[in-house]
């Protein structure tokens, strides 16, 4: 029997432009016409089995991920002459020497914490540092460390010169999450991104619920999407 993702949100997902025909309820305009879907629910036959982002690398837990957690660059798969990976949570880069990348951050992104905790250097470093001591570490070949410039840059060491070392970044299991939610204890801190949507309610076997961020920061700049 198939799974469900189930997503409540105000507005379409993004995901919604590619599935045409999905089940949901719609919302009326004030003219009586269909504004747009209220609920969006997507049937999948791969089961949702963990959403702790660098703890896994499944498909399915990839689908919850990509919603509620973002990179620091975005693959976009070179369409509409674009470059195949551009800025996300990074605004741009640069390699100051072979073995040394000095990144810029948005200074707009929050955590979906309830708090609007900022994203800062420091949560970049936390995660790329922690992502050496999980199963994820295999995307990042060459790294060696990381190190706070100021709040909103950071450098990034690897032991050679790597191009495609950016491109890496863009694996869904290195999204950045907040070094404060792990240093506060709180319960299940991989679950905080910084993503449009974030996580409702989780019942293993049967849905996954995400909820639209109502304050997100629009990354629909980068995408080139307008998510309303």
């Not at 995901?15 to 997507?42: F, P, Q, R």
């Amino acid at each position: 029997m198939k799974k469900l993702l189930v997503f409540l949100m105000a507005a379409l997902m993004i995901v919604a432009m590619a599935i045409a025909g999905c089940g949901g309820d719609d919302k009326k305009a004030d003219n009586g016409s269909t504004a747009h879907k209220e609920k969006l629910v997507i049937g999948t036959d791969a089961d949702i089995n963990n959403l702790n982002l660098q703890k896994q690398q499944d498909a399915a837990n990839n689908v919850i991920l990509k919603n509620t957690h973002q990179t620091l660059v975005f693959f976009n798969n070179g369409s509409q002459g674009k470059e195949r990976f551009g800025p996300g949570l990074a605004t741009d880069w640069k390699f100051v020497d072979d073995t040394h990348i000095i990144m810029n951050l948005r200074k707009d992104v929050y955590f979906n914490d309830g708090k609007k905790t900022p994203m800062t250097a420091d949560d970049v470093k936390f995660t790329l540092d922690m992502a050496m001591k999980n199963v994820i570490k295999s995307a990042l070949a060459g790294y060696v460390k990381s190190t706070v410039k100021d709040k909103y840059q950071i450098e990034i060491e690897i032991s050679s010169y790597n191009n495609e070392f950016i491109q890496s970044l863009s694996s869904v299991p290195l999204s950045i999450q907040s070094k404060k939610a792990y240093d506060d204890g709180v319960k299940e801190p991989w679950l905080i991104g910084t993503g449009p949507y974030k996580y409702d309610k989780w019942v293993q076997g049967e849905y996954c619920r995400l909820t639209k961020v109502k304050d997100y920061w629009f990354y629909n700049k980068c995408w080139g999407i307008d998510l309303d």
